[in-house]
């Protein structure tokens, strides 16, 4: 079992920036990925980056790049993305997932674990 607990999401204005963070905890030896998800209301979860644990091989949605970096401290077992230049479009829940079996934390998300979520909001 891994745990997974998200903070710095919140209420924010267009053009500012957010870091998000996330630590696992439990089961964390080896982790394989970590990313983040969010969520609108009436849209599906849908990954906007992720990160593998052993080489650092990042993905990010078209939507986000250029704006958002996902990073990670292996010594912490967290994983981070800094998001800049928010929109409105990017209000959403924000969920921390991870893997310990390989996989695709997009395509096999019944092996992933996942942390509460954080809401991000961003006004006009």
């Known amino acids: 079992q891994m745990q997974l607990v998200e903070s710095g999401g919140g209420l924010v204005q267009t053009g500012d920036s957010l870091k998000l963070s996330c630590a696992a905890s439990g089961h964390t030896s080896p982790i394989f990925a970590m990313g983040w998800f969010r969520q609108a209301p009436g849209q599906e979860r849908q990954l906007i980056s992720s990160?593998?644990?052993?080489?650092?091989?990042?993905y990010y949605v078209d939507s986000v790049k250029g704006r958002c970096t996902i990073s990670r401290d292996n010594a912490k077992n967290t994983v981070y993305l800094q998001m800049n230049n928010l929109k409105p479009e990017d209000t959403a829940i924000y969920y921390c997932a991870g893997r310990i079996r390989p996989g695709s934390l997009r395509w096999n998300r019944q092996d992933n674990y996942w942390g509460q979520g954080t809401q991000v909001t961003v006004s006009s």
């Open positions: 990160i593998n644990w052993s080489d650092g091989y990042t």
